[in-house]
């Protein structure tokens, strides 16, 4: 190559010429994008989708987020139906004029009567047509799809609250517990079709732990007047959180868990890291027959499994780290203005063991009632234990497999202090 063609080539990409080059690009790229409508104008963005089974139809609710001017937040419900999901889905965008947009969908929110019938149809539709992704939240809610879908609105436009916040507003904590299509999809197809869902309640009664959300007529609830009069509340509609989950088999609704059991069962689970625990009737030379709560400010959980010869034995070492939070006793005390003592007492500590330990044996009988493995004792067992565990489960059968297993709990109490 002569010095004379080298010299054309290098002007050809000088400085000047390079950003000449990169508008021609841009210019090329944007041409056939501008006379198409946007986005906005051809699809709708649905964040919350209900469903719901009616006799032989299903039926379909969106909360759909339409961009505003001004930044703020504006939703709409559309609901519709047909003999299957699908078509549900398509008699909404039929009515809107537009593609419904599955990709920012945040909650799935699936009724009763589906949930008893089984949920996977659902699901599968919403992942492989509908794209919607594997993170989304599920949610069993109980009560009329449509004054579900309206108080999940009126929440997030009235009360400036999520949802999925409520749901999981932190999952350390003991009470709580998240659920979502990928976790549901991996214990469905597990050997033991395990699954599990937070389950929110719409209730015309306004309870210890409910968000009034709105009225019969659909508008988004006022606040509350302060001059005792009760005209107009048995039209209220409520929206209620009290920790209740769903636990399905194959696939299918199977029990509800109280929020009592879903704390039990937590502290087998890492996951959960925080929580509290009501102590009654302490007493030694600090506390007469107190009631002490506890703080957990972190807690470990190491499941083991074994065999000593053919008996399976599930070793189970908790430790919890505490603060005391509260003491409370009828008479006066003392001891407990001695603000240099050390609280931490051994009657306390033991007192913590017997009941967290009472806890733990009562899920373990749940899960042995209701044949449930909360515990992953199945899991690992077999990934841990395999022959082992292959040659326990073809003599007791896979229906049985929990009923033997011995269970040795183990438990550490510190202070923080």
Known sequence: MTAEKKKKIKSLFSPRKLIVWLFVLI??????TINQPSMSKTHAIVTMMAVEQEDDMIKVATMVLTPAQDKQPNYQIYSGE???IGEAVDSISLALGKEMGFAQCEIMALGEKICADGVIKVLDYMTRTKKVQRNTILVN????????????MNLSLEKQLKLESIINFDKRYILADDSNIDKFYIGYYSPISLGLMTKIKIEDEQSYNSIEVSSAS???AQ????SGDSGGESEKKYLVNDGTVSIFKRGKKYIDMTQDEVKKANYFINDAQKGTVVVENVSDHIYDNAQVVINIVKKDTKLTPRFEGDRPIYDIKLSLTII???VVE?????????RNQDFFTDALVEKIKEQVGEDMYSIIDYCKTNDIDLLDVYKRFYALKNREFEDYLSRVGIENYLN??????TIDVKSEN
């Open 27 to 32: 210019l090329i790229l944007t041409i056939p």
């Open 82 to 84: 047909g003999s299957t």
């Open 141 to 152: 809610f109980s009560g009329e799809l449509e004054d579900f879908a309206q108080a999940v």
């Open 218 to 220: 659909g508008q988004p």
């Open 223 to 226: 606040p509350s007047s302060s």
């Open 324 to 326: 005391i939070d509260e």
């Open 330 to 338: 009828e008479g006066p005390n003392e001891n407990l203005l001695r």
């Open 404 to 409: 033997d297993i011995q269970y040795n709990i």
